[in-house]
C-alpha cells in the first residue's frame, strides 16, 4: 500500500486497575512515543467488549473499570489531545468486521495460539468456553486493523495475537483485494520490562493472581508489599551469596531505579551493577535492597497519585475525553470499513455502478426475450 500512515493503537481490558507491570511493559512507551511525535495517529482502547468474554455474568465489574484505566492512562501522562482513548463497544464496525474476519481463521488456529492457550489455562473454563472468549483474536484483529494500525506497542505475552492479527489482514487482502494493514508489534527494550514478575515471584503480574502493585497504590501500600516480596530463597543470611538473575526484586530495579535514585535514596552505590556485584558475593541483605525498591517506586508513582488525584475531582471531564476520543475513533473506523466493504463488494446500497450493470443486463435479458418472443409469433403464424 503507497502513502501508508503510521499509527499506532494498543489498549488495555477494564477489569481491573492498572499495575506497575502494565506501565513498564507498554504504558511508559506509550508516553514516549507519544511525545516523541513520530505518529501520525495515535489510538488507545479501553476494551470493555473483550473484557466481556470472561466476564458476561459480572458487567458492573466491567462497567466500573472503565473510568478506572481512563484515569490510569491519563495520570500517567497520555495526551488526550494527542491520543484518541476511546470505548471499544461503541465502534460498532469493529463487531461487524470481527464477524468477516471469522469466516477467514480456522477453529483449530485458534486454539493453536499460546496465549489463548495460557488464559484458558488460568482462567480453568473446563468444557465451559464461552465462544467469545476463545475467538477474542479475530475481535482483537479487528481493533487492530479497522485503524489502519502499522505499530502495536505491546507485553511479549501479546506476540500471538498480533501474529494473527497479520495473518487475517493478509488472507483478507489476498482473497478481496488490499485493504488493510500488516501491523507489527514493538516490545519493551528491557527484558525484564516485558513480562514483569508479580510480588510473589510467579511469571507475570497479574490482577486475577493477586501479586500487583498498582499504579494507584498509596506509599504505605506499596512499601508493605515490596517489603514482603518473594527474592532468593538461597540468601538466608545476609553474609550468604545472593543471586540477582530472576530474583523480582532486582528485576524491578532494573525496570525503575536510574543512577539519579540510587545518588538519593543509597549513595553508597553507583548504581544497579555495583548493588547486584555486592549481593552476588554476600553482605547485602534483602531488606536493605527492598527498601531502596519501595523508594524508587514510591518515587515514580507519587507525580501519577497526584494527577490522578486532580483528575478524580472532575470524573465528568473525563467521560467527556472518552467521548471525543471515541467520536474520532469512529471517524478513522468507518473510513477503513468502507474501503473494506468495497473491496468485498457489499455496498449494494452505495454502489451505483453495481445497480447500473445489472439494469443495464437485465434490460438486454428482457429485450432478448422479446425478441424470441416476437421471432416465435412470428414464426407460428408463418
Known amino acids: 500500500m503507497e502513502n501508508v500512515k503510521k499509527v499506532m493503537l494498543t489498549g488495555d481490558r477494564p477489569t481491573g486497575r492498572l499495575h506497575i507491570g502494565h506501565y513498564v511493559g507498554s504504558l511508559r512507551e506509550r508516553v514516549r512515543l507519544q511525545n516523541e511525535g513520530d505518529f501520525d495517529e495515535m489510538y488507545i482502547m479501553i476494551a470493555d467488549t473483550q473484557a466481556l468474554t470472561d466476564n458476561a455474568g459480572t458487567p458492573q465489574k466491567v462497567r466500573d473499570n472503565v473510568i478506572e484505566v481512563a484515569l490510569d492512562y491519563l495520570s ?7 491520543v484518541s482513548i476511546f470505548v471499544q463497544s461503541r465502534i460498532p464496525e469493529l ?3 470481527t464477524c468477516y474476519f471469522s469466516d477467514l481463521v480456522t477453529l483449530s488456529r485458534l486454539e493453536r495460539n499460546p496465549t489463548v492457550k495460557a488464559e484458558l489455562g488460568m482462567r480453568k473454563f473446563g468444557e465451559s468456553i464461552p465462544v467469545g472468549f476463545l475467538t477474542y483474536p479475530i475481535s482483537q484483529a479487528a481493533d487492530i486493523l479497522l485503524f489502519g494500525t502499522t505499530i502495536v506497542p505491546v507485553g511479549e ?15 483478507f487482502n489476498i482473497t478481496y483485494g488490499e485493504a488493510f494493514v500488516e501491523p507489527k508489534i514493538m516490545l519493551p527494550s528491557s527484558e525484564s520490562c516485558r513480562r514483569l514478575p508479580g510480588t510473589d515471584g510467579k511469571a507475570k503480574m497479574s490482577k486475577s493472581l493477586d501479586n500487583a502493585i498498582y499504579l494507584r497504590d498509596d506509599e504505605k501500600t506499596v512499601t508493605k508489599k515490596v517489603m514482603s516480596m518473594f527474592t532468593d530463597p538461597t540468601h538466608l543470611q545476609i553474609d550468604d551469596p545472593g543471586h540477582t538473575e530472576d530474583n523480582p526484586v532486582f528485576m524491578y530495579l532494573e525496570a525503575f531505579a536510574t543512577d539519579e535514585h540510587f545518588a538519593r535514596f543509597l549513595p553508597e552505590y553507583k548504581n544497579l551493577e555495583a548493588l547486584e556485584e555486592h549481593y552476588r558475593r554476600g553482605g547485602l541483605g534483602d531488606v536493605t535492597v527492598k527498601r531502596f525498591l519501595a523508594n524508587v517506586l514510591n518515587d515514580v ?3 501519577i497519585r497526584a494527577r490522578r488525584h486532580e483528575l478524580e475531582k472532575d470524573i465528568g471531564k473525563v467521560y ?3 467521548e471525543e476520543g471515541t467520536a474520532k475513533a469512529r471517524e478513522k473506523a468507518s473510513f477503513i470499513a468502507n474501503i ?4 468485498m463488494g457489499i455496498l449494494y446500497f452505495e454502489d451505483r455502478k453495481l445497480q447500473e450493470k445489472q439494469q443495464k443486463a437485465y434490460k438486454k435479458l428482457h429485450e432478448q426475450e422479446e425478441a424470441l418472443a416476437a421471432y416465435l409469433a412470428k414464426n407460428k403464424k408463418d
Open 95 to 97: 463487531f461487524e468486521f
Open 340 to 343: 473494506a466493504r468495497r473491496k
Open 320 to 322: 467527556q475525553i472518552l
Open 157 to 171: 505475552d501479546q506476540a500471538p495475537m498480533i501474529e494473527q492479527a497479520q495473518e487475517i489482514a493478509h488472507k
Open 76 to 82: 500517567v501522562g497520555i495526551d488526550p489531545t494527542r
Open 301 to 303: 508513582l507519587n507525580p
